[in-house]
């Protein structure tokens, strides 16, 4: 009879202070558990007329399952900057590659934990490949209709923040990406 050895490995994040400064390398699962910051990259995915993409998570996944969700993206990996994780993290979910750029970052205290939330934005001709255990469906959505949607449907905690973030940072321009601070 072969027996079969599951390992799980739990991802490495650096673990950062109120200004975002690293202090160590600590597992996800303990920084989330003790509420350490670590940081998390998202990106907010528009098509070329503008319409946002919006999509509904596994309903398998640990974190939210089900809910709506404005942004691509996840933790940030050690010495991996808040661009290279939403590159990844746009791989890793839509099957698809494209240039992002940090818009904003800020303290976000909603959610599972406190964690530095890196926000960048892409424009994004197609999604070939949506990862299933990850999109259970998605959609493009004009700013009238997010809006709406945020109301109406059960989105993650940060989806609100960072849209309202979003637009906010949008109105004034393309630069240098300001720190919103918690």
């Given amino acids: 009879m072969v027996s079969a050895i ?26 989330v558990r003790e509420g350490w910051l670590h940081r998390v990259a998202s990106v907010v995915c528009r098509d070329g007329g503008g319409r946002f993409l919006v999509h509904r998570r596994a309903e398998h996944l640990s974190r939210f399952p ?20 939403a590159v990844r993290e ?21 959610g599972l934990s406190p964690h530095w939330l890196g926000v960048c934005d892409a424009v994004l001709a197609e999604i070939p490949a949506p990862d299933p255990d990850e999109v259970a469906w998605h959609g493009w959505l004009t700013e009238s209709e997010v809006q709406r949607a945020l109301r109406e449907w059960t989105f993650t905690p940060d989806s609100q923040e960072v849209f309202g973030r979003y637009l906010a940072c949008g109105a004034s321009g393309p630069g240098r990406a300001p720190d919103l601070g918690g």
Wanted: aromatic fraction near 8%; include cysteine.
């Fill in 6 to 31: 599951v390992c799980v490995v739990d991802e490495l994040v650096e673990r950062v202070d109120a200004q975002d400064r690293v202090l160590g390398v600590v597992s996800r699962w303990r920084a």
């Fill in 66 to 85: 089900g809910h709506y969700e404005l942004g691509v993206g996840g933790a940030a990996g050690v010495g991996e900057s808040y661009e290279e994780a």
């Fill in 90 to 110: 746009l791989g890793e979910e839509l099957g698809t590659a494209a240039t992002v750029c940090l818009r904003f970052r800020f303290l976000n205290r909603s």
